[in-house]
Nanobody, 115 residues
Framework: QVQLVESGGGLVQAGGSLRLSCAVS????????MGWYRQGPGKQRELVAV???????NYADSVKGRFTISRDNAKNTVYLQMNSLKPEDTNVYFC?????????WGQGTQVTVSS
């Protein structure tokens, strides 16, 4: 059984920073890509950033230059450093892990950016 536990969300003023963490536990043999997605009310879940097992990274255009994704393979943990936050970054952020070819999701953590 695989579990993804997220932490680090909260309320911050525009221009501020937050760091999200997601630890993967359980049967994590062949942990491949890890990433962060976000979803607003009534909207589709969208990719924020993804990092492969080899370290290749892709970002959504809206967060390039502001967000940084990283991973610690020894801890099966992925991080998202979010700087220069904007009110439009307000969303529920979900961690994602690909184990072999199966996708797993965290429970989501709320990020709220006040103007």
């Amino acid at each position: 059984q695989v579990q993804l536990v997220e932490s680090g969300g909260g309320l911050v003023q525009a221009g501020g920073s937050l760091r999200l963490s997601c630890a993967v536990s359980g049967s994590v043999f062949r942990l491949n890509a890890m990433g962060w997605y976000r979803q607003g009310p009534g909207k589709q879940r969208e990719l924020v950033a993804v990092i492969s097992s080899g370290g290749s990274i892709n970002y959504a255009d809206s967060v390039k230059g502001r967000f940084t994704i990283s991973r610690d393979n020894a801890k099966n943990t992925v991080y998202l450093q979010m700087n220069s936050l904007k009110p439009e970054d307000t969303n529920v952020y979900f961690c994602n892990a690909v184990i072999y070819t199966d996708y797993y999701w965290g429970q989501g953590t709320q990020v709220t950016v006040s103007s």
